[in-house]
């Protein structure tokens, strides 16, 4: 911070990057939780969508599973149990997991149980061939730029130095920031959000979608059209926290802009599906169904838990509309489960 007050983005990049190198970040005695996290009811749902996915490609033989920030690789290890009910689909699976902690990386290895798979520090590093991709809260961590309006315009908000701690100061103003168009307008007071990394992540896997084949699925918490706000938030011991304190101690996440990551993927040629609410696309998939399964005959405690995370998931008030799931797709396959009619 010696040269001087720096972009949010670069800020949060840092923040994050030790952040999870801790790997401590997970379940009730860390930060947060996941909706893999609350039940093996998504992994396993997440894996039929693939599956059926899988055989609307034509079934191909590898297929490249790829995870984008896999965490402590629970939803991927769910993700194969269910696959196996489809054994040539779960012999086709060849997995690629996209992750840069290597503390995660050691969890999500004893996830699998032997289970052989390629880690990498970017998508771009996936070898060729068609893919099923899967990014579950994973967009929500990629670094944002935030703008303010001011009266002489847009100015970029950065994160500088204040005595002991960090503060927000604002950048000159700037003729043409990079905001989505519906957004630039917003009047004095607003502020308004990017993601050029989550952009230019999601134009590759459009790219890389229509060229080879496959699918992706995209699920995370955020706004089905660009809108202004500011949604950067921390969070510590599942409570709030203010994002410039403890650098590298809190999660940092920024709400995901659904629309521009749609355009971005659709503008390299692929089909985009949704987004939709996650409680209507896991209730589409059949969730109920497997949360009654879980439930038949157990004892009343284990029961309850099972409909709470149920809740969880799919409540209107919990994660069921903030969260939402968007799919992307070659242009020629079937459409994919889940995303309605
Ligand atoms: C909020 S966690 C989500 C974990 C998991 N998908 C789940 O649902 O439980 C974010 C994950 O992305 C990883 N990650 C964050 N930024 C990354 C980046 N730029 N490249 C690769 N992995 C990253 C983190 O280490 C972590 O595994």
């Not at 061939?129 to 009266?151: H, K, S, V, Y």
């Not at 002991?164 to 004095?188: H, I, M, N, Q, Y």
């Not at 939709?276 to 309850?304: H, N």
Request: hydrophobic share 45%.
């Amino acid at each position: 911070m010696a040269a001087g007050p720096i972009p949010v983005a670069a800020y949060m990049e840092t923040a994050l990057a030790a952040y999870y190198a801790r790997g401590e970040a997970f379940g009730a005695a860390g930060d947060f939780t996941t909706a893999p996290e609350i039940s093996q009811m998504f992994g396993e749902l997440v894996g039929l969508w693939a599956a059926v996915a899988w055989q609307g490609m034509g079934s191909p033989a590898p297929v490249r599973l790829v995870e984008l920030g896999p965490g402590r690789g629970t939803l991927v290890a769910d993700f194969l149990r269910a696959a196996a009910g489809v054994p040539a689909f779960l012999a086709a699976i060849d997995p690629h997991l996209v992750e840069t902690s290597p503390s995660l990386r050691a969890l999500q290895r004893t996830a699998l149980g032997g289970r052989a798979a390629t880690w990498h520090d970017g998508f771009e590093q996936v070898p060729g061939g068609p893919i099923l991709l899967i990014a579950n809260e994973f967009f929500d961590a990629l670094p944002i730029r935030q703008f303010e309006r001011t009266a002489e315009g847009w100015r970029e908000r950065l994160v500088g130095l204040d005595g002991g701690g960090f503060r927000f100061v604002l950048g000159d103003p700037v003729a043409e920031p990079p905001l989505a168009e519906e957004v630039r307008g917003s009047p004095p007071g607003s502020i308004a959000e990017t993601c050029p990394a989550g952009i230019a992540l999601a134009a590759a896997i459009g790219r890389r979608l229509a060229r080879e084949g496959g699918a992706a699925l995209i699920v995370d918490y955020g706004t089905a059209r660009s809108a202004p706000g500011d949604s950067f938030q921390a969070v510590r011991r599942h409570a709030p926290h203010p994002p410039l304190e403890n650098p590298g101690e809190a999660d940092l996440t920024a709400h995901v802009d659904f629309a521009a990551l749609a355009a971005a993927a659709k503008g390299e040629g692929a089909r985009v599906e949704g987004p939709i609410g996650q409680g209507l696309w896991l209730q589409r998939l059949g969730i109920s169904v497997r949360a009654r399964a879980l439930m038949d005959g157990k004892p009343p405690r284990q029961a309850a838990a099972v409909a709470s995370a149920l809740q969880r998931l799919i409540g209107a008030e919990e994660m069921g509309t903030l969260f939402k799931a968007l799919g992307l797709a070659a242009p020629s396959s079937p459409p994919l489960p889940g995303f309605g009619p």
